[in-house]
């Protein structure tokens, strides 16, 4: 069963705007709080945002005041919109279901990802 579908991504310039969704199979959605990670070339994948089921968040320094994420509990879906995009946020995202406490830890099988490619 596939349990997250990622899709949004694309070519952009630096400076521009993105919208990320990911679509959750109900069974994981529903009782987990939710992360998006990211993977540049060369580079290990790096946690970029988390939404708890209630809707707290929190976002890695590097994104912090541009990307916003978001869940549609209706849905099964979350998001990560991407404002004042830079060539460093280039990277394959990935969202996963997380555990947030002690520590982030991804709880499902990645995805494919979408790709997002910003240039200069």
């Known amino acids: 069963q596939v349990q997250f579908v990622e899709s949004g991504g694309g070519l952009v310039q630096a400076g521009g705007s993105l919208r990320l969704s990911c679509a959750v199979s109900l069974s994981m959605f529903r009782n987990s709080a939710m992360g998006w990670y990211r993977q540049a070339p060369d580079k290990q994948r790096e946690l970029v945002a988390t939404i708890t089921k209630g809707g707290s968040t929190n976002y890695a320094d590097s994104v912090k005041g541009r990307f916003t994420i978001s869940r549609d509990n209706a849905k099964n879906t979350v998001y990560l919109q991407m404002n004042s995009l830079k060539p460093e946020d280039t990277a394959l995202y990935y969202c996963?279901?997380?555990?947030?406490?002690?520590?982030?830890?991804?709880?499902?099988?990645w995805g494919q990802g979408t790709q997002v490619t910003v240039s200069s």
């Open positions: 996963n279901a997380v555990i947030i406490t002690p520590a982030t830890v991804p709880l499902g099988s």
